[in-house]
């Protein structure tokens, strides 16, 4: 009998350890939107075992009724990923760019020769780029994802952080352990927050209106950028031939463009747009959010690290945010997975030095070119109307200019990261 008894308790610590070794794991990535899961997916062979933690399930995750600008870089690093055979076929690649200024009459037009590319960037919607995503890391053996799944608290400690985390199905809050935690989880970061970490920046005088609409004449895969003296206009070419238009103008003004009826909103669109697009159709309805510069003043504290929204924010203008996010993504991955092929420490501050050091300064450029745009272009200021213009006057016929505007815009000035790949 005690014998019996014996082997019971040395069952019960084989099961007890077999479930404290899957509750523990290298890398614990709080956030599985898009920035998220680019991570982990950038993770799936790096022998790291990895935990995806989202609060939303991954059916009302990908529902978002969103589209955004994936610049030429972007693309590569998908492909490098092995999900652009997967996203390819249902975004939109753009034949031109076509910038224009208020009332001037002249439009700078931009190619992909402009640049010795067979393109200039992709439009893609949310639910393509997070679908791909997620099938992806459903074939990852060293990822485990948890959602629908909330982060009450997180413990830091000299060696790693023990996480708390609730799920609908369980009663009791489970707690989990990683050597790394990194913060995915958008602008008013809760894990940001909680490490103390201040951001630096402003709010901005004004709010964007969103929508799809269906333009009467076809958008021949041109994306425009139509700066007015209130805010700039972004018209993004659909794969199913509609169009998002992201629409900067002060607060007051998009609340009450949000409010119109239907048919004056699209009355004013049409005449901001100088009718490039003949008759539109509003095909969804009208989102508002006001805009922001937000740069985090440190981007790492112990045990973790900050990426996309949580590190930063920028103007929408030239359709930057969402691209800073990716690249932030996979420059601390090959950070990671080569502090790791090396024996290192992944969560020790002399690693994410390395990320911080990267990408800190280049997000730094992208936002100061953001607020640049902005501040030049949504103004009356007679000098400054005048100084613009003639920068548009030269980047028209300048190609160094235009080369140079496009290297910045297409996110091909910076580092490159090593799983970015040429687009086959």
Known sequence: ????????????AVQTERLHSQLNYDLAIVGGGIIGNTLAVALQHSGLRVVSIESQSQSISITKSRAYVLSMLSGQIFEGLGIWNQVLPQVTQFSQIQISDADYPGVVKMYPQDLGTETLGYAASHEVLL????????????????????????DYTDT???????????????????????????????????????????????????????????????AYE??????????????????????????????????LPANEFLKELERCT????GKLELDSQRWLFPVKLMQSNQYIAPRLALIGDAAH??????????????RDAVALAEVLVTAH???????????????????????????????FLDRVFSTRILPIVIIRRIGLFLLDRVPVFKYLALRLMTGLAGKIPQVAKPIS
């Not at 014998?3 to 019960?12: E, I, M, P, W």
Request: proline share 6%; net charge negative.
């Open 226 to 259: 139509r700066f007015w003296y209130a805010g700039p206009i972004g018209v993004l070419p659909l794969a199913d031939g509609n169009c998002q238009v992201v629409w900067t103008v002060p607060h007051e003004q998009a609340e009450e463009l949000r409010n």
């Open 131 to 154: 679908t791909a995503l997620q099938a992806k890391l459903a074939t990852a053996e060293n990822i485990t994802v948890m959602c629908p799944a909330q982060v009450v608290e997180v």
């Open 274 to 277: 100088g009718g490039l697009l």
């Open 341 to 371: 092929q090396a024996g290192e420490d992944i969560g020790s501050n002399s690693v994410l030095n390395r990320y911080a050091n990267w990408r800190k300064p280049e997000n730094w450029v992208i936002l100061a070119f953001t607020d």
């Open 160 to 222: 790693g952080a023990e996480i708390t985390i609730y799920t609908p199905d369980t009663a009791t809050p489970t707690k989990i352990r990683a050597s790394l935690v990194i913060a995915a989880d958008g602008a008013k970061s809760s894990l940001r927050s909680q490490a103390g970490i201040e951001t630096s920046g402003w709010n901005y005088w004004q709010s964007c209106i969103t929508a799809t609409i269906k333009p009467e004449k076809p958008h021949q895969n041109v």
């Open 313 to 326: 924010c920028c103007h929408p203008v030239a359709g930057q945010g969402m691209n800073l996010g990716i």
């Open 1 to 12: 009998m005690p014998r019996l008894d014996s082997l019971s308790v040395q069952a019960d």
